[in-house]
């Protein structure tokens, strides 16, 4: 349905993104009982808004219930409402109102996403994580749905591509949910860099495909010049494939294809071209010290012939 200018769009509530039937109610659970989500991909901090919802509770209370699901010996797993158990616990509060419901692990993942994927101001590092564990959950979920032979896979559309279906919910294109994914592959110091904006976006995507331990020497790069740049990591991954890569190489690399620096020039000569000047017997340091000794000679001579120039004129 098309939007006409000045219409207002109905946002779902977390009650409708979570599928919080009527029928389910609220019961007091005790904060002790439950669980952060393993790998939770959001990040609870005591920042400014975490203030303003303490205050909110402190003076109305916990209006919208968590969900959880039972993990077995009385004890219950977070799958909404990280950050109101973290308010609630701030304030001493002992226990909390919850929704009980039983959850598949691919189910509570797909919940706990869906939940939190509409905040505000989240983090690159969250929307990766959180992309890429959903994605694999719908995976997962219509492997197992195409194994058994069930229509669901055809309701939910678990044979269309994940990250178009993803894309569609939150917004973005296929190729976006792509990217962010593809942030999981970078080592945690130069993801933390993308969080910080210390590293463009489209710059960690590339550098994600490069090897773990060379994207080390990237971060103490990164540590001594401030960034890198697109073109720079793209002439390394060039580079990568060509054969094998040393952490001085590649300095030396990403040092001449800074924009606006003209390469550095070398001048280099083979073992073999130069056992043509020397004797048989002749070690590699011997032969270094006789060419340093002769341009020696050489450099003094020219300064002489300079010299004896200047006094003619």
């Known amino acids: 349905m098309k939007v006409r200018p000045g219409q207002k769009i109905r946002l779902a509530s977390v009650d409708e ?7 389910e109610s609220a019961m007091d659970l005790e904060i002790e009982k439950i669980r952060s989500f393993r790998n939770h991909p959001f990040k609870v901090v005591d920042d400014e808004k975490m203030q303003d919802l303490v205050e909110s509770i402190r003076a109305n209370g916990i209006l919208s219930p968590v969900l959880v699901r039972p993990i077995g010996n009385d004890i219950y797993e977070m799958v909404s409402g990280h950050r109101r158990m973290h308010a609630a616990s701030l304030l001493g509060m ?4 919850a929704i009980i419901r039983e959850m598949t692990d691919d189910e509570a993942i797909v ?9 505000e101001e989240l983090l690159p590092s969250e ?7 959903k994605m694999d959950a719908m995976r997962r979920q219509g492997s197992r749905t195409e194994l058994h032979g069930n229509s669901t896979s055809t309701q939910i559309g678990w044979k269309s591509e994940t990250a178009e279906l993803i894309g569609k919910e939150v917004g973005e294109s296929k190729n976006q949910i792509r990217r962010y994914i593809r942030l999981t592959e970078l080592i945690p110091p130069l993801l933390d860099y993308v969080d910080q904006k210390r590293l463009q976006f489209t710059v960690a995507v590339e550098i994600s495909y490069i090897d773990p331990e060379i994207q080390k020497w990237l971060l103490e790069y990164i540590k001594d010049n401030g960034t890198v740049k697109l073109n720079q990591i793209s002439l390394l991954r060039d580079q990568l494939q060509t054969g094998a890569m040393t952490q001085a190489r590649m300095i030396s690399l990403l040092n001449d294809s800074q924009p606006g620096k003209a390469p550095s020039s070398k001048l ?4 073999k071209k130069l056992r043509e000047y020397f004797p048989a017997n002749y070690t590699i340091p011997q032969m270094r ?3 340093e000794a002769l341009l020696s000679d050489w450099k003094q001579n020219q300064e002489e012939v300079f010299d004896e120039l200047n006094k003619e004129v």
């Open 17 to 23: 993104l979570l599928g919080v039937s009527n029928e």
């Open 289 to 291: 010290s006789t060419i």
């Open 94 to 97: 002992e226990s909390i109102p």
């Open 111 to 119: 919940k706990m996403v869906d939940a939190n994927i509409q905040r």
């Open 268 to 271: 280099t000569f083979t073992e």
């Open 127 to 133: 929307k990766a994580f959180a992309y890429k564990m």
